[in-house]
């Protein structure tokens, strides 16, 4: 099963990229279905698809799923097919005793816990045969890596955050009211689940090391070496003075035992800590993503905070509409840069893709989209398109036109357009 004939060639941009460097053009990571009628978004190809949570021991129908979906999918630039175990973001905690909470594309954990109760609950907690999730992760891991043979990669499945482990038992407002009465505490608490945190990591990875390449995770940039995407969504109710107390140190700790580290930077309310972010060296890249009501990853809003970022040294991961990449690669650092992208179509893909992977830039239907607003309309039919096809003297099939016509439809809604 070769789901990907120029793998070698992109895991050497690869290997450049998590060094800051450029082999022969920028890395750019792109997905579109390879058969007609065959439509999907890149997240329920990769990382929205929930059958694991909803069914915990159905690894062998999950990989079936991964594996149609993959052979109808071509895998463009640097994207590396690997399958992802999804139990939702911060499994762990089921580790530690929490019982999974399974939502309609969610999964929560809770286990509400006295302060009084939690250390020693914590320290019960042991990694071997007798705890149930602990070895249901590395069962899965295990039988999908044998089973994916090479032809495919396997990730770590999303661990969590300490902090947002931790409030799996105590909760936000108990850990805000431990931290400033019994700080120590809470000190304690970090440490045993940093800890076992690291174990399970260093455990899965050295699964998944048996029989394939090199190392991914649920953000799926794969990394000849080891790292992790390290995130923690509890740090958006702390000040910077409690965020250097009690966050900033376990992110670091994680680094440091790691080649690599990507921070997962996630919300408006993480932001006050860029800052502590862009000056930790352990820290390779940052992946911002604005949240719900802001303007989408790639905007020009946040092109001042790409390039601080990249300014103070680390790489930049963008999940970008396609008509903002030709842009961002004529802005930023192309050298620590990683843009993906998904495609309806290897038609529409031609038409977005940058010019330094043989594509023309998203110029015509950028400049469609801008022409139909200038007209005061809010589509375009096939008359229209005709019409500003021929203004630019532009020739293509009538295959082209629904695919073009169904595109500028689709991406005219709800967003801005660069130059």
Request: hydrophobic letters at 40%; a neutral charge.
């Amino acid at each position: 099963m070769v789901l990907k004939e120029d793998i070698e060639d992109a895991k050497q941009r690869l290997d450049a990229w998590w060094d800051h460097e450029i082999i022969d053009r920028p890395v750019v990571s792109y997905y579109f279905p390879n058969q007609r009628g065959k439509s999907w978004g890149y997240l329920d190809l990769w990382g929205e698809v929930w059958d694991l949570a909803e069914n915990f021991d159905g690894i062998e129908p999950s990989l079936d799923g991964f594996e149609e979906r993959a052979k109808r999918t071509f895998f463009g630039g640097e994207s590396i097919p690997s399958y992802f175990p999804n139990y939702g973001p911060g499994i762990v905690a089921a580790a530690f005793g929490v019982e999974p909470i399974v939502g309609k594309r969610t999964v929560w954990f809770n286990r509400p816990t006295k302060p009084e109760e939690i250390v020693s609950l914590l320290e019960s907690v042991k990694l071997n045969q007798n705890n149930e999730w602990y070895n249901r992760l590395l069962r899965i891991t295990e039988y999908a890596a044998k089973r994916a043979n090479g032809d495919y990669h396997v990730s770590l499945t999303d661990l969590g955050g300490v902090l947002d482990i931790l409030s799996s038992f105590l909760g936000p407002t108990n850990i805000l009211l431990t931290m400033k009465r019994q700080p120590n505490l809470i000190d304690t608490c970090r440490e045993i689940i940093l800890e076992k945190l690291i174990i399970i990591y260093d455990k899965l990875q050295d699964i998944i090391e048996k029989y394939c390449e090199g190392c991914n995770t649920w953000l799926n940039i794969w990394c000849r070496k080891r790292y992790y995407p390290v995130q923690c969504d509890f740090i958006a109710m702390l000040n910077p003075k409690w965020f250097k107390r009690f966050a900033l140190p376990d992110i670091l700790s994680q680094a440091d035992h790691m080649d690599y580290m990507i921070y997962h930077m996630d919300g408006p309310n993480q932001l006050p800590f860029l800052g502590e972010f862009i000056a930790s060296p352990q820290i390779t890249a940052i992946q911002w993503v604005p949240g719900a009501g802001n303007p989408t990853q790639g905007a020009e809003e946040w092109i001042p905070l790409y390039k601080k970022i990249q300014n103070s040294g680390k790489n930049v991961i963008i999940d970008a509409p396609p008509e903002y990449a030709q842009h961002l690669y004529n802005v930023l650092d192309i050298k620590k840069l990683y843009v993906r992208m998904y495609y309806s179509s290897r038609e529409v893909s031609k038409y977005y893709l940058p010019t330094f992977i043989a594509g023309e830039n998203g110029k015509l239907i950028v400049d469609a989209i801008r022409w139909v607003k200038q007209k005061g309309e809010k589509r375009i039919n096939r008359e229209e398109l005709d019409a500003f096809l021929s203004i630019k003297n532009f020739n293509v099939d009538g295959k082209i036109k629904r695919s073009l016509i169904k595109e500028i439809n689709s991406a005219f809604l709800g967003r801005e357009y660069y130059g």
